[in-house]
T-cell receptor, first 113, second 113 residues
Framework: GENVEQHPSTLSVQEGDSAVIKCTYS??????FPWYKQELGKRPQLIID?????GEKKDQRIAVTLNKTAKHFSLHITETQPEDSAVYFC????????????FGAGTILRVKS | EAGVAQSPRYKIIEKRQSVAFWCNPI?????LYWYQQILGQGPKLLIQ????????DSQLPKDRFSAERLKGVDSTLKIQPAKLEDSAVYLC???????????FGPGTRLTVT
């Protein structure tokens, strides 16, 4: 089955700097890659997703890139702000097979002001 | 629109006791997922329903866990008997059609002592 690895496990950046989180997946059939943000004690919330027919997607300060050949995808946050501090999870799934998400272990992002 | 509702939010039980969690998905969402999130890890899928039928329960420990979704709306997840390693947050998620975005509920934090 699918296996998703996520790095780094913790990331500290200065406010205004960029943050990059990387994930690799094992199942070449996976075609949907969402990123979730989870604040302490709260529910995971989707912040951006990408499908396998696209190499990059951007939404304001957040972008995701996908390399299908290497089977890895990355989250890029520019101009980080203290409110970006949270745990970020990547996931992978095959949309047509029930979209069963397999999550990475998470990255704790701390933005220092 | 109202989000995914879950209850209770917190539950503390002793090992070998039983417990049940309830989930009410977003109105009209056909697909419902239960995830287990152990502290410091990403959510792990336990079971997926499409309407009132089970799509995937391959990772559900069926000797102690059971779930149902009567009438294709609300769902309950039961653990009987509970073990210490069942301590986790149990997240319910729903999606419109099993392909699109999954919306998560606030979760139930279970502590087994």
């Amino acid at each position: 089955g699918e296996n998703v690895e996520q790095h780094p496990s913790t990331l500290s950046v200065q406010e205004g700097d960029s943050a990059v989180i990387k994930c690799t997946y094992s199942d070449s059939a996976s075609n949907y890659f969402p990123w979730y943000k989870q604040e302490l004690g709260k529910r995971p919330q989707l912040i951006i997703d990408i499908r396998s027919n696209v190499g990059e997607k951007k939404d304001q300060r957040i972008a995701v890139t996908l390399n299908k050949t290497a089977k890895h995808f990355s989250l890029h946050i520019t101009e980080t702000q203290p409110e970006d501090s949270a745990v970020y999870f990547c996931a992978a799934s095959i949309m047509e097979y029930g979209n069963k998400l397999v999550f990475g272990a998470g990255t704790i992002l701390r933005v220092k002001s | 629109e109202a989000g995914v509702a879950q209850s209770p939010r917190y539950k503390i039980i002793e090992k070998r006791q039983s417990v049940a969690f309830w989930c009410n998905p977003i109105s009209g969402h056909a697909t419902l997922y239960w995830y287990q999130q152990i502290l410091g890890q990403g959510p792990k899928l336990l079971i997926q329903f499409q309407n009132n039928g089970v799509v995937d329960d391959s990772q559900l420990p069926k000797d102690r866990f059971s779930a149902e979704r009567l009438k294709g709306v609300d769902s309950t997840l039961k653990i009987q008997p509970a073990k210490l390693e069942d301590s986790a947050v149990y997240l319910c998620a729903s999606s419109l059609d099993g392909i699109g975005e999954q919306y998560f509920g606030p979760g139930t934090r279970l502590t087994v002592t």
